[in-house]
Structures are given as C-alpha cells and as structure tokens.
C-alpha cells in the first residue's frame, strides 16, 4: 500500500484546514490509521488514530477538541480537519498505516506504512 498526505498549507491561527490522505494498493478498511507530525527541531509525535471502523478514536491531548480524525473506507481516505489552529501546530504532518490490525495506535512503532508528509504552517 502507498499513501500520499495532501493539504497542507500556510494558514493564520485560528484557521482550519483538512488534511487528506489517499491509499493506493489496498483497501483501508481492515487497517489501523494515524497521523503523526513533526516540527522543525523536534521527534516525530503521535497527533490522532481511528480504528479500521471508524468508529474509535485517539487524540494527542494537545490536540483534542480541536482536531476531528475519520475516514472513508469506500473512497479508501482519511482525514484530518483541524480547526483553531495554533502556532505550535506547526508541522510536517504524517499519515500512516498499521497493517497488522485495525486497531486505534499512538505508538509510531505500530505502524508499517508512511505517507511523505505535508507540510502545515501557521502564523501568528
């Protein structure tokens, strides 16, 4: 399977914006995904996952009530909306694939397959 991350951009805080990412190869329905970002400087981080149903979540606490994570198995996405953005969101942001379950998964050592990433800038 390859993922590609996409709508990243330069936004003000406050803002929103969805970030999507596309599957190719297999379908996602059966498989755990997550998005994971990294900022200039820093370890990559855990930012939310969904279970393969859709139906189970989890959120990075610097992140909760103002990211939404879902899916669509028959269009094989997921999604990332994220609404007041923050400075500190600033990010190279990640999509990813735990390919053994479909199971919810903070740990990054979970997940098998990468998107390349998308880049998320917000002034203040």
């Known amino acids: 399977v390859q993922l590609q991350a996409s709508g990243g951009g330069l936004v003000q805080a406050g803002d929103s914006l969805r970030l999507s990412c596309a599957a190719s190869?297999?379908?996602?329905?059966?498989?755990?995904m997550g998005w994971f970002r990294q900022a200039p400087g820093k370890e990559r981080e855990f930012v939310a996952a969904?279970?393969?149903?859709?139906?189970?979540?989890n959120y990075a606490g610097s992140v909760k009530g103002r990211f939404t994570i879902s899916r669509d198995n028959a269009k094989n996405q997921v999604y990332l909306q994220m609404n007041s953005l923050k400075p500190e969101d600033t990010a190279v942001y990640y999509c990813?694939?735990?390919?053994?379950?479909?199971?919810?998964?903070?740990?990054?050592?979970?997940?098998?397959?990468w998107g390349q990433g998308t880049l998320v800038t917000v002034s203040s």
């Open positions: 990813a694939a735990d390919l053994d379950t479909s199971l919810v998964a903070a740990s990054q050592k979970r997940y098998d397959v």
């Open positions: 969904i279970g393969g149903s859709g139906v189970s979540t």
């Open positions: 190869g297999r379908t996602l329905s059966r498989y755990g």
